[in-house]
């Protein structure tokens, strides 16, 4: 009976659910990943899909709209995440199995699921669709690649592998958008089926302990189930049954060292079988991507065109973002003067316009270079470059305790740290993933810059080591080296202490080689975006609005105000907004951070930059141009020169090369960047990781600092 | 047997000791000296470039032993060692028609009998 409540009423011709309200038919895309799964989706959907996560976790949840049957309300179709098993090892195969079993909250357990199948790669995938066979729900194939395969010269019979899977299989190829009719009516008629059986037994000892188990104590608990707890790592809450299953798993134990390899040993069997039946030999000819890998994987060009690769990206990131990034910071300026000249004057227009539109900016002028960094990420994981990437750098990522797989997000970090850690996802193990999201921050992002060149313009420009090496340009190499050193430590004794785990183990597939799919990628772009900038930037305005209420608070007794409305920053403006800084929150704190920060070199008005480039590392150079009254429109080289000039009380420079570098030093190391708080606290789904990141790098930089300034005058550098 | 002089000997040992020596195709030639080529098991991190083996067992425990096998590595199956990694670890295996990566520990873990 409960089965015809859940039942849903689209498809179905009896007359009790005509008169439910008919509830739309749910259908699940499962799959290996590379399978051609996202591909099918977009085919089947359009664009009618949404984006979202899964309550709690940081998987994506995919969910189109698909006109299935006409008349009928659309069908919602979920694209789970590609996985290879649904033995939960990681938390996209956990969240997997939660929908199929209906678990997941407010989605009700899929009413078919179509297993996508690769059929160059038959018997793997097939893996997947016995597991999904023990779950008794209605299900059909949908064949990828055949005629990828047929072109290899490998022949699928697709009515015996049908039969011999006891479902329907529909050979499809998203692309032209064929197959898709047939897959369409196939659905409507497994919807209406019931009662899938797997077609594998385990040996008769097992079996028996199985059977033991589905029925003990007149409780029904299906064999799926039974064989989970059997088998898999979790273990039920009832006492009395997780004491069953403990004693069934030590008499397995006695006849079979191997006990707990039986089922996957019988899928793998069956498969076989199945496959033996429905194809033919496979033959070995080496296929183009054999013949890239040769290239491309080589133990001499492999790294060279790796370093290539990476170069090309970094140009593209540095070159081709300016443009976008000079426009989006102009047109902000120009939002910022068009609201203060189109508002009354007052409080609210200076909260819009400093404190929103300015924080909001200067957030958003790293956009572009962002979207760039998540469009190259997408096509190299689409090309399947990015398994050959961890492939190749495996061995070193694995001397700091680290997977393969964290060397793209690292690198990418050297653009944005946030890219960076949201790609660190394809990271398997939670504590693995969480070391890589813990140093992407010591990368020199490109919010750093403009502070490196700054004090490298104002101290270093003019020496040169050996007559043609710039000491600045050997100074920024030195950061960069600083923070690369400084994340291969953390990592060390991060995967020794607090995140303590084996190293990583690799068991990586090696995808074929594929031409990107550009709407693929451009969809993998878009869904990042958002999801960026509206987590990251709910918190990027709470900060700003927060730092801004320090820096104006409380408000300095302007002395006439008809000078006040003169909006042109000239001379006297200026100085009037440097002096209001200096008197408020944010400029007692200055005050009182000194005692703090003076063995680091810096006086309270430094300490005032600082203070603010927590919200992002180059507000540092715009909070100097107001503190030093140099006027934000004026260009760059009189901050220079105020820099220089700037004199402490007692008539000694502020800034000398040696605190120079200590403000370089501090930089390298400290956690200055609200986007990239706001997205750790995302990713790991809580505020304990990103408050400890922010502490613990802000200790590094304070020591390293002081070991700078401090051990730089007992050498005798000023 | 055409007879070869020493000296050529000598050279041709120096030099493959060179160029084998990082891929471990020596072990693997002392290895395949113990054991015999074909016919007596071996570990699939001992196999040189090229070799073909059949899986006989996955001895490791744990998530990593359950997920090699998911990914096809069962007793039984025939595999392929392609290539190592530029250095020299992991090592890249062919498996039920596909490619999979994994390193050498892992790879010690698992039984295999060297041949078609």
Redesign the interface.
């Known amino acids: 009976m409960s089965t015809t409540l859940e039942s849903p009423a689209s498809l179905q011709t009896s007359d009790q659910s005509s008169q439910r309200q008919a509830r739309p038919l749910v259908i699940a895309l499962a799959g290996n990943p590379n399978a051609g799964k996202t591909t099918l989706f977009n085919a089947l959907t359009g664009l009618r899909q949404k984006v979202a996560n899964y309550p709690g976790v940081t998987v994506e949840r995919k969910e189109g709209i698909w006109q299935l049957a006409e008349g009928a309300p659309p069908a919602r179709l979920i694209d789970l995440p590609g996985l290879y098993s649904l033995d939960a090892a990681s938390l996209d195969e956990q969240i997997a199995r939660d929908v199929i079993t209906g678990r997941i909250a407010g989605l009700p357990a899929p009413d078919v699921i179509v297993a996508v199948v690769d059929a160059t790669n038959l018997e793997r995938n097939l893996y997947l669709v016995t597991q999904l066979l023990e779950y008794g729900r209605p299900m059909v194939v949908a064949l990828t690649m055949y005629d990828l395969a047929e072109r290899r010269g490998l022949k699928v019979d697709i009515k015996r592998l049908s039969e011999a899977l006891s479902v329907e299989v529909v050979p499809v190829t998203a692309k032209q958008k064929r197959g898709l009719e047939e897959l369409r009516r196939a659905i409507i008629a497994a919807s209406a089926r019931k009662g899938l059986v797997a077609g594998w037994c385990l040996s008769e000892q097992a079996e028996r302990e199985l059977a033991a188990l589905v029925n003990p104590t007149g409780e029904s608990a299906d064999r799926h189930t039974a064989l989970r707890e059997l088998y898999g790592d979790e273990l039920p809450e009832d006492e009395k049954r997780r004491e069953a299953i403990r004693r069934a798993r030590e008499r397995l134990a006695e006849t079979d060292g191997n006990w707990w390899q039986e089922p996957l040993l019988a899928r793998y069997d069956w498969i076989e079988r199945v496959s033996r039946e429905a194809k033919n030999e496979d033959s070995h000819a080496p296929s183009t991507t054999e013949s890239i890998d040769r290239v491309m994987t080589h133990r001499l060009f492999g790294p060279v065109i790796l370093i290539l690769v990476m170069l090309l990206i970094f140009q593209a990131i540095f070159s081709w973002a300016s443009l976008p990034m000079d426009l989006i910071d102009r047109g902000f300026g120009a939002l910022g003067d068009a609201a203060r000249a189109g508002l009354p004057e007052g409080l609210f227009t200076d909260l819009l316009v400093d404190g929103v539109i300015a924080g909001v900016g200067g957030v958003l002028v790293f956009l572009p270079q962002i979207l760039l960094l998540f469009f190259f990420i997408a096509i190299l994981e689409d090309t399947g470059y990015m398994a050959r990437a961890a492939f190749i750098m495996d061995r070193l990522m694995r001397g700091v305790g680290l997977h393969g797989k964290a060397f793209m997000p690292l690198l990418s970090s050297f653009a944005c740290a946030i890219p960076g850690i949201m790609a660190t996802r394809t990271i398997e193990n939670p504590k693995d993933r969480i070391a890589t999201i813990m140093i992407a921050p010591f990368m020199s992002c490109s919010a750093r810059l403009p502070v490196y060149t700054l004090m490298i313009a104002a101290f270093f420009s003019t020496q040169k080591v050996l007559g043609f090496v710039s000491v600045g340009a050997l100074m920024i190499l030195a950061m960069y080296l600083l923070g690369i050193a400084v994340a291969i430590c953390v990592a060390w004794i991060a995967k020794r202490t607090i995140l303590k785990s084996p190293p990583p183990p690799l068991v990586l597939e090696m995808p074929p080689y594929r031409v990107p799919n550009f709407l693929t990628i451009f969809q993998t772009i878009w869904s990042r975006a958002w999801l960026f900038l509206r987590r990251a930037g709910t918190v990027i305005l709470a900060i700003s609005i927060i730092l801004w209420a320090l820096a104006t608070f409380p408000r300095t007794e302007v002395k006439s105000n008809s000078d006040a409305a003169a909006v042109e920053a000239t001379q006297e403006g200026a100085s009037q907004e440097g002096e209001q800084l200096r008197n408020s929150f944010a400029g007692r704190l200055g005050h009182l951070i000194e005692p703090v920060i003076a063995p680091l070199g810096f006086d309270w008005k430094i300490g005032i930059a600082l203070i603010s480039s927590f919200a992002a590392r180059e507000t540092l150079v715009s909070t100097l141009s107001i503190i030093y009254n140099v006027g934000s429109d004026e260009n760059e080289s009189s901050l220079i020169e105020a820099v220089k000039e700037a004199k402490r009380p007692d008539g000694s420079p502020a800034w000398t090369p040696l605190v120079a570098v200590s403000m370089m030093v501090f930089f390298v190391l400290a956690l200055q960047c609200m986007s990239t708080v706001a997205i750790v606290r995302r990713e790991t789904n809580s505020w304990r990781w990103p408050l400890f990141m922010v502490g613990y790098m802000l200790a590094l930089a304070y020591i390293a600092s002081l070991i700078t300034f401090q051990g730089g005058r007992l050498l005798g550098f000023t | 047997m055409k007879e070869r002089p020493p000296q050529a000997f000598g050279l041709n040992f120096l030099l493959s000791t060179l160029i084998f020596y990082r891929d471990g195709t020596i072990r693997a030639m002392f290895r395949a000296i113990e054991t015999g080529v074909d016919g007596v098991s071996s570990s699939l991190a001992n196999l040189p470039i090229g070799a073909h083996a059949r899986v006989i067992?996955?001895n490791g425990?744990g998530?990593?032993?359950?997920?090699?096998?998911?990914?096809?590595v069962?007793?039984?199956?025939q595999v392929r060692v392609?290539?190592t990694?530029?250095?020299?670890?992991?090592i890249?295996v062919r498996v039920?028609?596909?490619?999979?990566?994994?390193?050498r520990?892992?790879a010690q873990t698992i039984t295999v009998m060297p041949g078609k």
């Open positions: 067992a996955v425990t998530a990593v032993a359950r997920r090699l096998m998911e990914m096809g069962v007793p039984g199956a392609i290539k990694a530029p250095l020299g670890d992991p890249e039920r028609g596909y490619h999979l990566a994994l390193r520990t892992e």
